[in-house]
């Protein structure tokens, strides 16, 4: 009677210890590559927003001092006055983003930003998931488009 006790209150026996680990690598092997997925979907969203909101910065900028910032004064401009040429006339105080925003891509990169002439367009994008120009899928470069 004893005996019978012991054996009916012991655990997980190793072999069925072994089967529920294969069955949770196997679930996870087939949830993992969606949620990846997902996940660099999530990223390419943001990218844009943040890319929306940027462009909506620069905007304002534009109708204060009738020129957006330069290459050289870049994103930074938007946060704290210019002290380069040419030095926004009637920059806002407390800039033109509601907080201080990171200056990366939700990959770690920085936003690249280009004015070439400071008046006319400006070019606006994240390099994606590979940091490199160019790329395809979440690789791929996300431009916010040429404005003005």
Known sequence: MLSRMRKSQAGLTLVEIAI????VCLVVALIYPS????LDEVRVAQARTDLDELAHALERYRFDNQIYPTTEQGLQ????????????????DGGYLKKARRSEDPWGNPYQYDSPTG??????????SDGQ??????????HHGPAG
């Open 20 to 23: 529920l680990l294969v069955i």
């Open 35 to 38: 949620v990846i997925g997902r």
């Open 77 to 92: 401009a938007l946060i704290e006055k210019p002290d380069t040429e040419p030095v926004p006339k009637n920059w806002s």
């Open 119 to 128: 008046t006319v367009q400006f070019s606006l994008f994240s390099l994606g």
């Open 133 to 142: 120009p160019g790329g395809e899928g979440h690789a791929a470069d996300i």
